[in-house]
């Protein structure tokens, strides 16, 4: 009969401990932040930095373009429309292609203004890079 009641006490506990923890966790996800709708450019997942993705952006209409990498390309442009006076406007996004960046800035380097700015003049070139770089990851080139 003690052995009986034993077993029912520690069972009692065991039960009560998995309530507590169960409790917990669901307080926990309670308390977690809740998300922002995601802007379209925003990658789907938290990223690596080798799955940022590559972009090209212009000041105005007819202004400099900027070939950058970026995680979340909406809020990179946000950065950069603080600091112009111009519309910055997004006009490529490769997603998980910032191994292209460097190269090409090198191939564009004729062209460059200043840091990762391009003169507009290259604009139609470093299109058709974009191009190739979609097809060399087997996505359609617009």
Known sequence: MGYAVSWLILGSILAL??????????????????????????????????????????????????????????????????????????????PSASDYERPLHAQFARHRMSGEWFAVEALPTILGAFDRVERELGRNPR
């Open 17 to 94: 401990g998995f309530v507590w923890a169960v409790r917990d966790q669901a307080k926990k996800a309670r308390q977690q932040p809740q998300q922002r709708p995601r802007s379209p450019w925003a990658p789907a997942s938290p990223v690596a930095c080798g799955d940022r993705a590559l972009y090209l952006m212009q000041s105005g209409s007819a202004g400099p373009v900027k070939v950058g990498i970026a995680a979340d390309v909406e809020q990179r442009r946000r950065q950069l429309q603080t600091g112009s006076a111009e519309r910055i406007h997004v006009r490529r996004v490769i």
